[in-house]
């Protein structure tokens, strides 16, 4: 019975659902694992932005 449907059944069967629920958690803590490899560049990347932004503010009021 593959006919290229979704099984609702098969969906709905609890370990089905906590492996969609795993995949799921899995995307936002691959996303922070890289995000926390990778903080020394974040810092620089958002201090360069930070000190740009306070330049602008600094040239508008002039």
């Known amino acids: 019975m593959n006919s290229g449907f ?9 370990s089905n659902l906590r492996i969609l629920f795993e995949n799921a ?3 936002p803590a691959l ?3 890289t995000i926390w490899s990778a903080w020394p560049l974040f810092i620089i990347v958002f201090g360069i932005i930070i000190i ?6 600094k040239n508008r009021k002039n």
Not at 7 to 12: E, Q, R, T, V, Y
Not at 52 to 57: H, K, V
């Open 31 to 33: 996303v922070i694992k």
């Open 6 to 14: 979704v099984d609702i059944n098969s969906i709905l069967n609890p």
């Open 52 to 57: 740009l932004i306070i330049i602008r503010q």
């Open 25 to 27: 958690l899995m995307i």
